[in-house]
């Protein structure tokens, strides 16, 4: 049996993450998150529990992971733990960069406990405002100053580091917008989502012209374990998201016309940091591990409404 590790295996994309590496039944999952932006709703109570389980620990803390890692023998980690939501990580920029800690703490334990492989997931906020179109892996400069992508960009450093000097193999996604059921309401997607529903204005900052692609998470869960159980992208980097572009008031119409929403766009100034002005990357990696189609956003959005999560 394969042991896995999923951290912040509460949070939205860790938890399908963890849900479908569980449906295999060769492999034993252990979930570790400290949930304090996870939720224990999302952990897959509905599937058997003889092959996962639950442990309550924050990989910042080296006591608790390593009490997991020490007693469990992981074959591969997928480090998921990570604050995030564009307010909450500017409003907390020190407590961002305590996961840092975390990033050494898994990559210390891993290399001394014998795993295999880790998967990393980090963000395309490292590329920061984009100096190309698409931003490809290899080419775009990483050059954002927020606390969020620093720590993505020092937590891929580490990575490549300790590949170099231990030999421990990594695969880095650089994930871009997903969305999909069960996430939370801090996230555009299912915040429009949620207000058009029930008839509120939907807020958007500066003009609302910043663009963002859209990803559906079974599209993102899908090429990441493609990359896992086929064995590609070793030792390497790959942006997971969709390739159509969309601005963020398109987006915010788009809902109300989906949901027959009376909801009302109204403006506020913009963010400080963070917001980009366009985010859009080169996936062709990922398209070739998928070998279909993605998921449209209007087809995302069906889904979205047909779940449990937005029936009225």
Partial sequence: MTRILVTGGAGFIGS???????????NF?????????????????HMPSD?????????????????????????????????????RTQDNPVKVLRDIE?????????????????????SSE??????????????????SKVPYAVVKNIGESFLR????????????????NTYGPNQSDDFVMSKFLFKALNDEDITIYGEGTQTRTFCYCDDNIDA??????????????????GEIEVTIIDLAQKIIDATNSKSKIVHLPPLKDGDMLRRCPDNTKMRVLLGRELTTIDEGIKKLLNSPQFQK
């Fill in 224 to 241: 990441c374990l493609k990359a896992f159980y086929k064995n590609k992208v070793i030792n390497d980097v790959i942006n997971i998201g």
């Fill in 16 to 26: 399908v993450l963890a849900e479908k590496l569980i449906s295999n039944k060769e």
């Fill in 29 to 45: 999952v252990v979930i570790v998150d400290d949930l304090s932006t996870g939720s224990e709703t999302k952990l897959p109570h």
């Fill in 126 to 143: 490292v590329y920061g405002e984009p100096v190309e179109l698409p931003q490809h892996e290899q080419t775009t400069p990483l050059n």
């Fill in 51 to 87: 092959n996962w389980r639950f442990v309550k620990a924050d990989v910042n803390e080296y006591r608790d992971i390593a009490e997991v890692m020490l007693g469990n023998k992981f074959d591969y980690v997928f480090h998921y733990a990570a604050l995030v939501g564009v307010i």
């Fill in 102 to 122: 975390g990033i050494k703490h898994v990559l210390n334990l891993c290399k001394s406990t014998g795993v295999k492989r880790v998967f990393f997931s980090s």
């Fill in 161 to 176: 580091s300790y590949h170099q000097e231990f030999g421990l193999e990594y695969t880095i996604f650089r994930f871009f």
